[in-house]
């Protein structure tokens, strides 16, 4: 997995076998979740999960689909630390 952050949107890149890309707006974010758990206490890690409207699409190389689950940014350093900043930008709860 690959991540990026912009100043518009987080942008989740997963995948085994081809490349397929969450872009999530920082207008449609309503909730930022951080899951830190035991190991993550010990090696300062954690996920970060965003909680949108509607539904998730992602892009895949046949096109556009709609994905189970959440949004999700797994095994991130400073985890909420990262999740201020894009509460900062994104102006989320």
């Known amino acids: 997995m690959a ?3 912009t100043n518009h949107r987080a942008i989740i890149q ?3 076998i081809g490349a397929d890309y969450k ?6 974010i309503q909730e930022i979740k951080v899951d830190v758990d035991l190991l993550g206490k ?3 890690t ?3 999960d965003f909680k949108t409207a509607g ?10 689909t709609v994905a ?9 350093e400073n985890p909420y630390e990262l ?3 894009i509460k900062e930008i994104s102006h989320a709860p």
């Open 46 to 48: 954690g996920n970060i």
């Open 68 to 76: 189970p689950g959440g949004n999700v940014m797994g095994c991130i």
């Open 14 to 16: 997963s995948g085994i």
């Open 83 to 85: 999740a201020k900043k």
């Open 23 to 28: 872009s999530i707006d920082y207008d449609k």
């Open 55 to 64: 539904v998730n699409v992602v892009q895949t190389k046949y096109g556009q």
């Open 3 to 5: 991540y990026a952050i």
């Open 42 to 44: 010990i090696f300062n």
